[in-house]
C-alpha cells in the first residue's frame, strides 16, 4: 500500500510504503501463544506419563513455528519512506524506526521500473542517481508499484 | 534533470508473453505457489494408482478363498504399504496441492506466506515415499504390522524398520512445514477487506486443519521414536518385559490418528462447500454454523481416540465417555449435511461432473458417517471390531469422502488452473464407473463383517466367497476406471476448449476473477472483496 503524505517544510512530496498485512503483532504473538499453549496441554500429559520423548518434537515444532511466524510478520511490517525535497531524496527503510537510510541528489535523480520481459518475476523499482540505486517497494503489487513509479516520476519532474 | 525509464509495459501482457522458463529446473527451484501445487497434485496421483495397485493385489488375493496369487507376509505387507501411501502419499498432499493452488488466490495474495520452505516441504516427500517403497525390496521385506504400528508386532519388521520410521519422520516434517506455510498465509495474507468470516469455506477448513496438524504431528513423531529406541536402544516405552505398556502405544497413536482422520476430510468439506453453492446456483446456506461446525469437529477430535480401541480393555466409564463423545461428532456433521442439502434446495441446478461427484460424496459419505455411529456403540463394537464392517466404513469415509472430494476439486478448479475445459461426457463416464465400482467394492464388505470376516487376512472361510468376489469386481471396476480421469487429464493440460475466466456460470470467490489460467504472478491488480 501506498500512502502519500502532505509536505513539510524540509519534505516536500512524501510517500509511505507498507506491504499489505491481515494481522498484526500483537495477534501473531496471540495466534503463536495459543498454538504453544494448546500443544503443551497435549504434550504435558504424555511427558507426565513418562513418554517424554514427545516433548523435544513438540519444541522444535513450536520453533519452526515460532521463526515462520516472526518471518512472515517481519517482513509484513516493513516500511519504506521516500521524502522528496528541494535538493534531496531521503530513503528511509525499517519497521518500528529507521534502520537503512539513503540520500541521493534529486536533480540527478532517476525513477527506473525494470521488468523481466517473461514475468519470470515481478517488475523492479529503483531510483536511481549519480551511480547509486537504490530499490523502492519489492512488496507492492504490480499496479502499485507501476502508479509509485508514475508518480515519483511527475513529482521529480515538478519544479523544485 | 529527472527522466523516468519503463523497459516493458506491465499493464497490457497478461495471458501469452508470460510464465515459467522451461526445463527441470523450474520444478526443482520453484517457489511459485501454482507451480508447487502442481508438483503436489502430480505426486498425489501417482501415489493413487501405486496405492491403487496395491490394493487390487489385496482384492486379487480375496477374490476366492485359499492362497493364490501372494504368500500371507507379502499381503500383510501390500495392506500396510497401501493405507501408508493412500493416507500419507495420496489424499494429504493433494489436499495440500489444492490449498497451494487455491488459498493464495482466494484470500487474494501474491503467493504463500514462506515460498522457499513451500518448495522443501514438497520435494522431502518423493524422497520419504521412495525410502518407504524401497522397504519392500530390503531384507525381510517391508513393514506388515499395519498402518498403526502397534507394538510388539511391528517390532518383528526386518531391516526396513528404521526407514519405515525416518520415512514417516520426513512425511511429518513436510506436512508441518506446510501446516506453518498455510497458516502464515491466511492469516497474514489476505486482502484489504477479506475479514475471517469472509473467507472462502475451503480456506476456513484448511485453516483449522492446519492448526489440527501443528497439535498432532508431534506425537506421531515422537511415539515412532520410542519405537525405535525399544527396537534399537533398550527403551521399554512400549515393552511389558521391560515395564512399559504396549496398550499405551495404541492411546497415544490414535490421540495421533483420529485427529488424522479429521486432516484427510476437513478439507473435503471445504472443497464440496465450494461447489454445491455453484452448481445449485445459490449462497451456501448457514456458512457461520459450517465455520462453527467444522471448529467443533475438529476440537471433538481430540476427545474420541479410544473408539478405536474399545476391547483392549478399558473401564465402563471411559467406555461411555468415549461412546457419547464420538456421537457427539454426529451433531456438527449433521449440521454440515443439513446445510449443503439446504443450499440444493430449490436451487437451480445443473449436473456437471464436479457436482455429480460432490453429490456423491453428501450421500456416500453420509453413509460412512452413519457405519460410523454404529461403531461408536460400545457394546456393539465388540461385535464388529477388526472386522470388514470397519475396513467398509473408513473406506466410505475416505474414498467417496475424501477421493471424491479431490476428484470433484480436480475437475472443478482443472479449466481454470490449464485454461483449458476437461470432456465432461468422459467425466461423466469416470464419475459414473466410479460411483457404481466404489459401491460394488466396499458395500459388501458391510455384510462380511457382519457375518464374522475378520480384516487384515489373505485366506477366509468359504461362507464369505460370494461377497468377496463381488467386492474384487467392483476394485476391479473403480482401480480401471481411474485411468478414465488420467487420460481426462493429460488431454486437458495438452489442450481443449478455452476455458472462460469464470469458467462455471454461478462460481463466486477471487480465484473467478483472474484469468484462465491465472498470470504466473497473481495480483497485479488490488482484488475486490464483496
Known amino acids: 500500500m501506498v500512502a502519500v503524505e502532505s509536505g513539510t517544510a524540509e519534505c516536500q512530496y512524501c510517500y509511505v510504503l507498507r506491504p499489505n498485512r491481515s494481522l498484526s503483532w500483537r495477534q501473531n504473538l496471540g495466534v503463536f501463544g495459543g498454538l504453544c499453549l494448546v500443544t503443551l496441554m497435549l504434550v504435558a500429559p504424555l511427558v507426565a506419563m513418562g513418554f517424554w520423548l514427545v516433548l523435544p518434537f513438540a519444541g522444535l515444532e513450536l520453533l519452526a513455528v515460532g521463526i515462520g511466524l516472526y518471518y512472515v510478520t517481519c517482513r509484513c511490517h516493513e516500511c519504506e519512506v521516500i521524502c522528496v525535497a528541494a535538493d534531496s531524496i531521503r530513503i528511509e527503510r525499517g519497521r518500528r524506526r529507521p534502520q537503512q537510510s539513503w540520500v541521493l541528489t534529486r536533480h540527478w535523480a532517476r525513477v527506473v521500473l525494470t521488468g523481466c520481459p517473461r514475468q519470470w518475476y515481478p517488475s523492479r523499482l529503483q531510483i536511481r542517481a549519480q551511480g547509486r540505486a537504490v530499490e523502492v517497494g519489492r512488496f507492492l503489487i504490480e499496479e502499485e508499484r507501476c502508479e509509485l513509479a508514475r508518480e515519483l516520476t511527475r513529482c521529480l519532474r515538478a519544479n523544485p | 534533470m529527472?527522466?523516468?525509464?519503463?523497459?516493458?509495459?506491465?499493464?497490457?501482457?497478461?495471458?501469452?508473453?508470460?510464465?515459467?522458463?522451461?526445463?527441470?529446473?523450474?520444478?526443482?527451484?520453484?517457489?511459485?505457489?501454482?507451480?508447487?501445487?502442481?508438483?503436489?497434485?502430480?505426486?498425489?496421483?501417482?501415489?493413487?494408482?501405486?496405492?491403487?495397485?496395491?490394493?487390487?493385489?489385496?482384492?486379487?488375493?480375496?477374490?476366492?478363498?485359499?492362497?493364490?496369487?501372494?504368500?500371507?507376509?507379502?499381503?500383510?505387507?501390500?495392506?500396510?504399504?497401501?493405507?501408508?501411501?493412500?493416507?500419507?502419499?495420496?489424499?494429504?498432499?493433494?489436499?495440500?496441492?489444492?490449498?497451494?493452488?487455491?488459498?493464495?488466490?482466494?484470500?487474494?495474495?501474491?503467493?504463500?506466506?514462506?515460498?522457499?520452505?513451500?518448495?522443501?516441504?514438497?520435494?522431502?516427500?518423493?524422497?520419504?515415499?521412495?525410502?518407504?517403497?524401497?522397504?519392500?525390496?530390503?531384507?525381510?521385506?517391508?513393514?506388515?504390522?499395519?498402518?498403526?504400528?502397534?507394538?510388539?508386532?511391528?517390532?518383528?519388521?526386518?531391516?526396513?524398520?528404521?526407514?519405515?520410521?525416518?520415512?514417516?519422520?520426513?512425511?511429518?516434517?513436510?506436512?508441518?512445514?506446510?501446516?506453518?506455510?498455510?497458516?502464515?498465509?491466511?492469516?497474514?495474507?489476505?486482502?484489504?477487506?477479506?475479514?475471517?468470516?469472509?473467507?472462502?469455506?475451503?480456506?476456513?477448513?484448511?485453516?483449522?486443519?492446519?492448526?489440527?496438524?501443528?497439535?498432532?504431528?508431534?506425537?506421531?513423531?515422537?511415539?515412532?521414536?520410542?519405537?525405535?529406541?525399544?527396537?534399537?536402544?533398550?527403551?521399554?516405552?512400549?515393552?511389558?518385559?521391560?515395564?512399559?505398556?504396549?496398550?499405551?502405544?495404541?492411546?497415544?497413536?490414535?490421540?495421533?490418528?483420529?485427529?488424522?482422520?479429521?486432516?484427510m476430510i476437513l478439507p473435503a468439506f471445504g472443497v464440496i462447500s465450494q461447489i454445491i453453492p455453484t452448481f445449485a446456483r445459490k449462497p451456501l446456506f448457514g456458512y457461520a454454523s459450517m465455520v462453527y461446525a467444522t471448529a467443533s469437529i475438529a476440537f471433538l477430535s481430540f476427545i474420541v481416540w479410544a473408539h478405536h480401541m474399545f476391547t483392549v480393555g478399558m473401564p465402563l466409564a471411559g467406555e461411555l465417555f468415549f461412546m457419547y463423545a464420538t456421537m457427539l461428532i454426529a451433531v456438527p456433521t449433521g449440521v454440515k449435511v443439513f446445510n449443503w442439502v439446504s443450499t440444493m434446495w430449490r436451487g437451480a441446478m445443473t449436473f456437471e461432473t464436479p457436482m455429480l461427484f460432490a453429490i456423491a460424496f453428501v450421500i456416500l459419505f453420509t453413509i460412512g458417517g452413519f457405519s460410523g455411529l454404529m461403531l461408536a456403540i460400545a457394546p456393539a463394537d465388540f461385535q464388529y471390531q477388526d472386522t470388514y464392517f470397519v475396513v467398509a466404513h473408513f473406506h466410505y469415509v475416505l474414498v467417496p469422502g475424501a477421493v471424491f472430494s479431490i476428484m470433484a476439486a480436480a475437475y472443478y478448479w482443472l479449466p481454470k488452473w490449464t485454461g483449458h475445459m476437461y470432456n465432461e461426457k468422459l467425466g461423466k463416464l469416470h464419475f459414473w464407473l466410479s460411483v457404481i465400482g466404489v459401491n460394488v467394492l466396499f458395500f459388501p464388505q458391510h455384510f462380511l463383517g457382519l457375518a464374522g470376516m475378520p480384516r487384515r487376512i489373505p485366506d477366509y472361510a468359504l461362507q464369505f466367497t460370494e461377497f468377496n468376489m463381488v467386492s474384487t469386481v467392483g476394485a476391479f471396476l473403480f482401480g480401471f476406471s481411474q485411468l478414465f480421469f488420467l487420460y481426462n487429464v493429460i488431454q486437458t493440460i495438452r489442450g481443449g476448449a478455452k476455458a472462460t475466466d469464470q469458467v462455471w456460470e454461478g462460481a463466486e470467490g477471487l480465484e473467478w476473477t483472474l484469468s484462465s489460467p491465472p498470470p504466473y504472478h497473481t495480483f497485479t491488480t488490488a482484488p475486490e472483496i464483496k
Open chain 2, 2 to 263: 529527472s527522466t523516468a525509464s519503463h523497459t516493458t509495459d506491465h499493464a497490457t501482457d497478461h495471458d501469452h508473453d508470460h510464465g515459467p522458463a522451461r526445463g527441470l529446473s523450474r520444478w526443482l527451484l520453484t517457489t511459485n505457489h501454482k507451480d508447487i501445487g502442481t508438483l503436489y497434485l502430480l505426486f498425489s496421483l501417482l501415489m493413487f494408482f501405486i496405492g491403487g495397485a496395491m490394493a487390487l493385489v489385496i482384492r486379487a488375493e480375496l477374490f476366492q478363498p485359499g492362497l493364490q496369487i501372494v504368500d500371507p507376509y507379502f499381503f500383510n505387507q501390500m495392506t500396510t504399504l497401501h493405507a501408508l501411501v493412500m493416507i500419507f502419499g495420496a489424499v494429504m498432499p493433494a489436499f495440500v496441492g489444492l490449498a497451494n493452488w487455491l488459498l493464495p488466490m482466494m484470500v487474494g495474495a501474491p503467493d504463500m506466506a514462506l515460498p522457499r520452505m513451500n518448495n522443501w516441504s514438497f520435494w522431502i516427500m518423493p524422497f520419504a515415499f521412495t525410502l518407504l517403497l524401497s522397504t519392500l525390496f530390503m531384507p525381510g521385506g517391508g513393514p506388515a504390522g499395519g498402518w498403526t504400528l502397534y507394538p510388539p508386532l511391528v517390532l518383528q519388521t526386518g531391516s526396513a524398520f528404521p526407514f519405515v520410521i525416518l520415512a514417516i519422520h520426513m512425511m511429518g516434517a513436510s506436512s508441518i512445514m506446510g501446516a506453518i506455510n498455510i497458516i502464515a498465509t491466511i492469516l497474514n495474507l489476505r486482502a484489504p477487506g477479506m475479514t475471517l468470516m469472509k473467507m472462502p469455506l475451503f480456506v476456513w477448513t484448511w485453516l483449522i486443519t492446519a492448526f489440527l496438524l501443528i497439535a498432532v504431528m508431534p506425537v506421531l513423531a515422537g511415539t515412532v521414536t520410542m519405537l525405535l529406541t525399544d527396537k534399537f536402544f533398550g527403551t521399554s516405552f512400549f515393552s511389558a518385559a521391560g515395564g512399559g505398556d504396549p496398550v499405551m502405544f495404541q492411546h497415544i497413536f490414535w490421540f495421533f490418528g483420529h485427529p488424522e482422520v479429521y486432516i
